[in-house]
């Protein structure tokens, strides 16, 4: 679609030696619409698309959005420790669960309530034995979600994959 008419204006002679004027004019009408088709659409397809009935598809940029438990991300400041053998009670669909309703942002009381049963969850689950204030729900639940992506994502270094939570919970005391 490029090549062929750009030879036909650049260089007609060698194309059409001597043949007649009407159609050295028809092939450079041929030669405009085939080079600035892609001007003359909003789609910008050129005559090979229209022809096919294909579509030109640019990829989005892609965006990373923020880290959904992200106000600080530095590692001593979480007031919350979690042992590895805690973290390992939850896998990579759990961690995106809960990044899914803290990047939400909700402040009603039926959030609320949400989340402080996800953090009783969790405390009973992995037998965190602090007590868990009611104005601390979401500093917890950030802290755990911090943890465990840390933790999965240097497992994930190591080549451990891991999609589930582990059956059971751990006993108290270990």
Known sequence: ???????????????????????????????????????????RARVGDLVAGTIVVQRPKTLLLPDAAE??????????????EQLDMYGIRELQVLEDLLRQGDSSEAAFVLL?????????????DE????????????????AQRRRLEGRLLLGERREKKKQGTLKKGK
């Open 1 to 43: 679609e490029l090549y062929l008419p750009l030879r036909l204006l650049l260089a007609p002679s060698i194309v059409y030696g001597d043949a007649p004027g009407f159609v050295l004019l028809l092939a450079s009408g041929w030669v405009f619409v085939f080079m600035f088709m892609p001007l003359l659409n909003k789609d």
């Open 71 to 84: 106000k600080r991300l530095d590692r001593r400041a979480d007031k919350y420790v979690f042992r590895d």
């Open 116 to 128: 402080r049963t996800i953090a009783d969850k969790i405390c009973n689950k992995i037998a965190f």
């Open 131 to 146: 007590k868990i204030a009611d104005n601390e729900v979401l500093p917890f639940l950030r802290s755990f979600y911090r």
